[in-house]
Structure formats: C-alpha cells, structure tokens
C-alpha cells in the first residue's frame, strides 16, 4: 500500500544511555496535581482528577529553542516529571501500575494562558490554550529499569537564574499509579502514551529571551531557551 503524501517521521524522544527512541503515540495531562498549585488556580481540594491532550506533535525532544507561539500574550510555563508507558492496558489496578511504565523525563506543558482562560470562561474546549506547535519540551526519558519508580524527590525550575517552581513528588495529590489507573477506566492505555503528572505552584510567564532549567532529582533536566515568534 502506498500513502498519498509522504508519511511523516514519528514523534520519539531519546532514551538516556542507550541509542535507541521511544515513540509517542499521545500525550495526556493531568490538571491541578500539587496541593499549592491548585490553590493558586483556584481549587480546594483532593477533587477528581481531570485531564487534558496534547498532539504528540507539540513534542520537542531534548528542549533547545522554543518559539514564542502566535496569539497569546500571557504564555506561561508548567514543570512537570513525565512518565512514558511501555505497556499497556485497561481498568489498571493502581497497585500494579508500575509495572506498565517505561520510564520518565522532565517536561514543561507549555500554556497560553489567556487563551485557556477564554475557553474556561465561555465554557469552551482548552485546545487553543493548551496545544499547539512546540508546546511539550521534554528531555531524554530514563528508564525505569534502571532508576526505579520515582516517588519523591525535588521538581525545581529556574528561569534566568532564579528558581520560580520547587516542591516534592510526594506533593502531588494523585500519585502516577493513582493517575495511571484512573486513566485507564476511561482509555486504553497504549505503549507509547506519556502522561504529564502535574506542576507545583509557581507558575508564570516567560518572553523571548528567557532560559529554563527544569530538573526532577533521579530523573534528569531540561534546559530551554524562548525565542522570538515566527
């Protein structure tokens, strides 16, 4: 069978100490999952846990230069510890749920904000605000063969020099077997399926010329510099 246009290369990212790629097939991502951070968006609570898609082509491996997109005049950024799926499965018990992951990485779920705000205040989708091109940095995945389930540990993010996101894994409301779990009552979870597990308090807009550096303790880093728009 022949494709009426040329196929595309699939989204991957690298995998740490190897040579090989890991494909992405979708990319899920869970919502107010920090006890400040759902504070500071306006919640109170251990609420249900919700979630929101990106394009795997929103992806930009390993970070580097990030174009400030178009139609946004408050884009802010979101560090987030990213669990990649290597096996899957549906209605997951939570106490198994490890046992599907792959490994994780450091990701920013890069958001226009007022575009978000928008859609929330007209009772419309999130799209606009949430995916678009080059909205989901994410560095190398480490394997979890190699550095286990991570559970607690520091997420930090510095932007030109100052640190502006700092918490614990263990902050999180809904832990990543929980999220897995949940997840999988309503899909079928796929080998190559990422979940963005949530950012701490903190965040905030950034303008061309700005550096991030976010790091996970035993996970890894990823460094990525805002560039003028197209």
Same mark, same amino acid.
């Given at each position: 069978?022949?494709?009426?246009? #040329?196929?595309?290369?699939?989204?991957?990212?690298p995998v740490?100490?190897?040579?090989d790629?890991f494909? !992405? *097939?979708r990319?899920?991502? @869970?919502g107010?999952?920090y !006890?400040?951070?759902?504070?500071?968006?306006?919640?109170?609570? *251990?609420?249900? #846990?919700?979630f929101?898609?990106?394009a795997?082509?929103?992806?930009?491996?390993?970070?580097?230069? !990030?174009?400030?997109p178009?139609k946004t005049?408050?884009?802010?950024y979101?560090t987030?510890? !990213?669990?990649a799926i &290597?096996?899957g &499965?549906? *209605?997951?018990?939570a106490g198994k749920?490890?046992?599907?992951? %792959? &490994?994780?990485g +450091?990701?920013?779920?890069?958001t226009r904000r007022?575009?978000?705000q928008w859609?929330k205040?007209?009772? *419309?989708?999130?799209?606009?605000?949430?995916? %678009?091109?080059?909205a989901?940095?994410c560095?190398?995945?480490?394997?979890a063969?190699?550095?286990?389930?991570?559970?607690k540990?520091?997420? +930090?993010?510095?932007?030109?020099?100052?640190?502006?996101?700092?918490?614990?894994?263990?902050?999180? $409301?809904w832990?990543?077997?929980?999220?897995?779990?949940?997840?999988?009552?309503y899909?079928t979870?796929?080998?190559?399926?990422l979940?963005?597990?949530?950012?701490?308090a903190g965040?905030g #807009? +950034?303008k061309?010329g700005?550096?991030?550096?976010?790091? @996970?303790e035993?996970?890894g880093?990823?460094?990525?510099k $805002? $560039?003028?728009?197209?």
């Amino acid at each position: 069978m022949a494709y009426a246009i #040329p196929l595309w290369t699939p989204p991957s990212l690298p995998v740490s100490g190897s040579g090989d790629s890991f494909p !992405v *097939r979708r990319i899920f991502c @869970v919502g107010r999952n920090y !006890v400040e951070h759902q504070k500071e968006m306006g919640g109170d609570g *251990r609420e249900a #846990p919700f979630f929101f898609i990106k394009a795997a082509h929103s992806l930009v491996p390993l970070g580097g230069d !990030v174009h400030y997109p178009p139609k946004t005049a408050n884009y802010h950024y979101e560090t987030e510890m !990213v669990v990649a799926i &290597g096996k899957g &499965g549906r *209605r997951i018990d939570a106490g198994k749920a490890n046992a599907h992951v %792959f &490994g994780y990485g +450091v990701g920013l779920d890069m958001t226009r904000r007022d575009l978000q705000q928008w859609g929330k205040d007209h009772g *419309r989708p999130w799209d606009f605000g949430k995916d %678009f091109d080059e909205a989901a940095p994410c560095g190398a995945l480490a394997p979890a063969s190699k550095i286990g389930h991570p559970s607690k540990g520091a997420i +930090v993010l510095v932007v030109n020099g100052k640190e502006r996101q700092k918490a614990d894994l263990s902050d999180m $409301i809904w832990s990543v077997p929980e999220q897995i779990a949940y997840l999988s009552e309503y899909y079928t979870l796929e080998p190559g399926d990422l979940i963005f597990s949530g950012t701490p308090a903190g965040v905030g #807009p +950034v303008k061309p010329g700005d550096e991030l550096e976010a790091r @996970v303790e035993g996970v890894g880093d990823l460094k990525v510099k $805002i $560039i003028p728009a197209l």
